[in-house]
């Protein structure tokens, strides 16, 4: 018998040999807490917070965003390049998600967060001493880089750290933080607002805090000296191309429904009669709540097929534009705009836990960064989809129909692969019967 040297595979494997585990495959989830170390509340808490940063970057900014064009009014094209100052971290976000997702599997995860958290936080507050248009635009570009490595990272140490119904909760939990800090960002921007539009920019030292977090509560996954001594395991792992195509795609349709509703109710409300900034800022919040209330549906529904789900939120997506399409007054739209939320509070969990399941840890951050590519896609395609539907068939009302005809569609989608899900389950119990 030949005995091959130590540390080498057989040849045609490409996979590692470790003398404690074997290495987890593309279709296995891995249980990545240490024997001595068990993810808890504690840390999902901490994963949880930063969450917020996600809805910063606009939330906070918005009530301020006219004081800010009086502010520059003598620069030209003030009112295209001022407002860039709240979207261009959205944009950089979707652009540099999936990079950050490669560097957290092929460096780690926890480092690369607390480091972009940090750099989060120095550029955030920048503005209130910085003066130079283009010096602000540019500490917002590195906000919204360093942000897409905080929501990449934080959502693939859930992952890591989490299985099952846990890891479904706590990706749950990051929706329904995101909508609730969004109410409280908007009231805490129009408060400093009120004393300068710089004071808002405050606001992103918070973010120190949830650093600190990260940095006592957490710890560095130890798959990741494995991926570290072993970097051909990074190159061999192959992403589920097909899958995650599909998956994202439907993310990115579903950020459109979503941010929809943030950003366009308050022209539907003033086509309604409601004219009131306080009034419309009032109802918005009011109407978001009901995604929150989506989440926490979805952790009781969460064993349900994903097909089941998809066909659920979408049906109530469905019903929730078309009553905002046909709505008369605004008790009516607002009750059609909480009937939508609800359903894109169901959604969003759902694409996200069907999306890290199954993963091996050599490429979950990678997924997780497209996964987060597409939710800012859509975010930044929604403004771009309403108004072209606006402009072709009249007006908001009629984008709000043109959402309902298409989430309907989505729903018939789902109601399909439902029904040929139920036949291969037939064709597995009976598979002599044709």
């Known amino acids: 018998m030949v005995r091959r040297p130590a540390g080498k595979a057989h040849p045609g494997h490409a996979r590692r040999i470790t003398d404690r585990r074997p290495r987890p495959s593309p279709g ?3 249980d ?16 949880l917070l930063p969450s917020t ?3 910063m970057g606009v939330v906070v900014l918005a009530p301020v965003l006219p004081q800010m064009l009086a502010h520059f009014k003598d620069m030209p094209q003030a009112d295209y390049w001022v407002p860039m100052i709240l979207t261009t971290p959205a944009l950089c976000v979707a652009l540099f998600s999936a990079p950050a997702g490669w560097l957290a599997d092929r460096f780690g995860r926890r480092r690369l967060l607390m480091l972009s958290m940090l750099l989060y936080a120095v550029c955030g507050v920048a503005p209130l001493v910085l003066d130079d248009f283009r010096a602000i635009l540019a500490s917002r ?6 942000e897409a490595a905080v929501m990449t990272l934080t959502t693939t140490l859930i992952g890591d750290y989490f299985r099952g119904h846990q890891r479904e909760k706590w990706l749950a939990l990051q929706t329904a933080v995101a909508s609730i800090s969004a109410v409280a960002l908007f009231v805490i921007g129009g408060a400093l607002g009120a004393i300068s539009w710089r004071a808002p920019f405050a606001v992103y030292a918070s973010s120190l805090l949830l ?22 395991a990074h190159r061999t792992v192959a992403l589920p191309w097909a899958r995650l195509g599909g998956i994202c795609a439907i993310t990115a349709f579903a950020a459109v429904l979503f941010y929809t509703v943030q950003v366009d109710l308050s022209l539907a409300l003033t086509g309604r009669g409601v004219t009131d900034p306080a009034a419309i800022g ?4 009011a109407a978001s709540l009901a995604v929150p209330v989506g989440t926490i549906a979805f952790q009781r529904l969460s064993g349900l097929p994903v097909a089941m789900l998809l066909l659920m939120a979408f049906a109530l997506c469905g019903a929730g534009f078309s009553g905002m399409a046909l709505a008369t007054g605004h008790g009516w739209l607002l009750a059609s705009v909480a009937l939508a939320q609800f359903g894109c509070g169901l959604i969003l969990p759902t694409l996200l836990t069907w999306a890290l399941r199954g993963l091996a840890f050599e490429i979950r951050g990678r997924a997780t960064g497209l996964w987060q590519a597409s939710f800012f896609v859509g975010q930044f395609l929604s403004a771009f989809v309403v108004t072209t539907l606006s402009h072709r068939f009249g007006d908001i009302f009629s984008a ?9 569609i989505a729903a018939a989608l789902a109601l399909g692969g439902l029904a040929l899900m139920g036949n291969r389950a037939q064709e597995t119990i009976a598979p002599g019967v044709r």
Request: charged share 15%.
């Open 28 to 30: 296995r989830v891995f």
């Open 32 to 47: 990545v807490a240490s024997k001595s170390r068990t993810a808890g509340p504690a840390q999902g808490l901490a994963l």
């Open 53 to 55: 940063m996600s809805v």
């Open 141 to 146: 570009v590195v906000v919204g880089v360093t």
């Open 211 to 232: 650093l600190a977090g990260i940095r006592f509560f957490t710890w560095e996954p130890e798959e990741t000296e494995d991926v570290l001594h072993h970097p051909e």
């Open 282 to 285: 009032g109802m918005t919040a």
């Open 400 to 408: 709000f129909l043109g959402l309902a005809i298409a989430s309907g």
